[in-house]
């Protein structure tokens, strides 16, 4: 069948909060990645999961779902300032036959909407298409992170007996400690760490040393982020260590990308002992439903007459930009 490409005639277009029997029915793998590994409710458990949390829009027309997204809520903790409330937005898909009508651009204002009335401080997403919608709906390209390339010969000297090893269940108490230690973070509950890492296609690994968990690191994810260390914390000079021992263990894999913080500079100049010099990078895409309040609670900037995209950009990529980073396991 051909795609259509504007409304039938006739038809009603409604937008509402699916019930958990209705979100089981609509076929986000078949919209969004129908030769995806991992089906949509085990790459994404807290966002679209059979328990999930989130909250959920779909548009229907006479009834029948045609487009979707979720928005499930983090707590960020950020030294200084107190609890951010941050949500993620994920699984926006249209079915095939009903796009380029403006659904999905209805289910984001809608959740834009929900954001404002429940008093969120930030809205992130991740668009792998880089399409002009979310731009037209405010959200701006920003955030940074640090990309690392790395190979198994750029870490030679490291590739001995390792104290590199899968982690274990009795190891989640030391790696919650750890994340939590990070300069800012977002809570997880241990059932929310348990539920993320159990993510087919996940691998957690700890760098151990006298019996202490000295630092852990998070390679791949479901669908995406395969080959990629999305996620690490504990001690920033282990970071070389570490990455070197997940080679030993891992002899299928060559390479990989590794993705930090852009406050984490020891570890950086850890990387740069061995010739691994990072790249900046972009977050996400970051909206504020209440930039200027945004701007004055963190203390960063006078508002004046700046937009909210150059609120934006002064709050998460300026000079003195706050300390926002959100990990692999973030992204639901």
């Given at each position: 069948m051909a795609r259509s490409s504007s409304p039938t005639v006739g038809t009603a277009t409604t937008?509402?909060?699916?019930?958990?029997?209705?979100?089981?029915?609509?076929?986000?793998?078949?919209?969004?990645?129908?030769?995806a590994a991992v089906p949509c409710d085990e790459d994404l458990p807290l966002l679209v999961g059979s328990d999930a949390s989130s909250e959920r829009v779909v548009v229907r027309l006479d009834g029948k779902a045609v487009s979707h997204a979720a928005l499930y809520r983090h707590t960020y903790?950020?030294?200084?300032?107190?609890?951010?409330?941050?949500?993620?937005?994920g699984a926006v898909a249209t079915d095939p036959h009903h796009r380029c009508q403006g659904h999905a651009r209805r289910c984001i204002r809608e959740l834009q909407e929900h954001a404002r009335a429940t008093n969120l401080d930030v809205v992130v997403l991740w668009d792998?298409?880089?399409?002009?919608?979310?731009?037209?709906?405010?959200?701006?390209?920003?955030?940074?992170?640090?990309?690392?390339?790395?190979?198994?010969?750029?870490?030679?000297d490291l590739l001995g007996?390792?104290?590199?090893?899968?982690?274990?269940?009795r190891d989640l108490p030391a790696v919650r400690a750890l994340h939590e230690r990070e300069l800012a973070s977002t809570v997880r509950t241990p059932d929310m760490w348990r539920r993320l890492l159990a993510v087919p296609r996940t691998e957690a690994w700890v760098l151990e040393r006298d019996q202490h968990i000295d630092a852990y690191g998070v390679l791949g994810k479901g669908n995406d982020l395969q080959n990629c260390v999305h996620e690490w914390g504990g001690s920033e000079g282990a970071l070389p260590a570490l990455?070197?021992?997940i080679f030993a263990r891992r002899r299928d894999?060559?390479?990989?990308?590794?993705?930090?913080?852009?406050?984490?500079?020891?570890?950086?100049?850890?990387?740069?002992?061995?010739?691994?010099?990072?790249?900046?990078?972009?977050?996400?895409?970051?909206?504020?439903?209440?930039?200027?309040?945004?701007?004055?609670r963190l203390h960063q900037l006078e508002v004046g007459d700046r937009n909210h995209d150059d609120i934006v950009r002064a709050l998460f990529d300026g000079a003195h930009a706050a300390p926002f980073y959100l990990c692999g396991l973030d992204s639901m």
């Open positions: 937008v509402d909060r699916p019930s958990a029997t209705d979100a089981r029915e609509i076929p986000l793998d078949l919209w969004l990645r129908p030769d903790v950020l030294p200084g300032v107190g609890d951010l409330r941050v949500g993620v937005i792998e298409r880089q399409s002009s919608l979310y731009e037209q709906l405010g959200f701006v390209r920003a955030g940074r992170e640090i990309l690392h390339g790395v190979t198994r010969w750029d870490l030679p007996p390792s104290r590199v090893r899968a982690i274990e269940s990455l070197a021992g894999l060559d390479e990989f990308v590794v993705m930090s913080a852009p406050w984490k500079e020891e570890a950086s100049r850890a990387m740069a002992l061995h010739g691994l010099a990072g790249t900046l990078g972009v977050l996400g895409m970051i909206w504020l439903p209440e930039a200027p309040a945004l701007a004055a």
